[in-house]
């Protein structure tokens, strides 16, 4: 079992920045993948960025160069350092968590946290 819990969200003017948590628990394996995935209103699931065991990370093209996603495999968190906002980037943010080597941006991942919000306003 893997318990995922996301913080960090809440509204920002067009251009702010953000930076999302997401603390991971119970049996989480060296070798796996991170990511985190939005919703936006009214539109499919996406990801946005994942990161692999060795800090391979891969991003979506709408949030290259403005998104980072780091972790401290220490204590097992996850940040999304979320920079140059825009209304676009709403969405509900959700950590996620595969126990494989393999990472896509495809949301298709086994552990989920309760997901948290992210409002840009114009």
């Known amino acids: 079992q893997v318990h995922l819990v996301e913080s960090g969200g809440g509204s920002v003017q067009a251009g702010g920045s953000l930076t999302l948590s997401c603390v991971a628990s119970?049996?989480?394996?060296?070798?796996?993948?991170f990511a985190w995935v939005r919703q936006p209103p009214g539109k499919e699931r996406e990801g946005v960025a994942t990161?692999?065991?060795?800090?391979?990370?891969n991003y979506a093209d709408s949030v290259k160069a403005r998104f980072t996603i780091a972790k401290d495999n220490a204590n097992n968190t996850l940040y999304l350092q979320m920079n140059s906002l825009k209304p676009e980037d709403t969405a509900m943010y959700y950590c996620?968590?595969?126990?494989?080597?393999?990472?896509?941006?495809?949301?298709?991942?086994?552990?989920w946290g309760q997901g948290t919000q992210v409002t840009v306003s114009s």
């Open positions: 990161i692999d065991f060795d800090g391979t990370t």
């Open positions: 119970g049996h989480i394996i060296e070798r796996s993948c």
């Open positions: 996620a968590y595969n126990p494989t080597a393999v990472c896509r941006l495809r949301p298709a991942y086994n552990f």
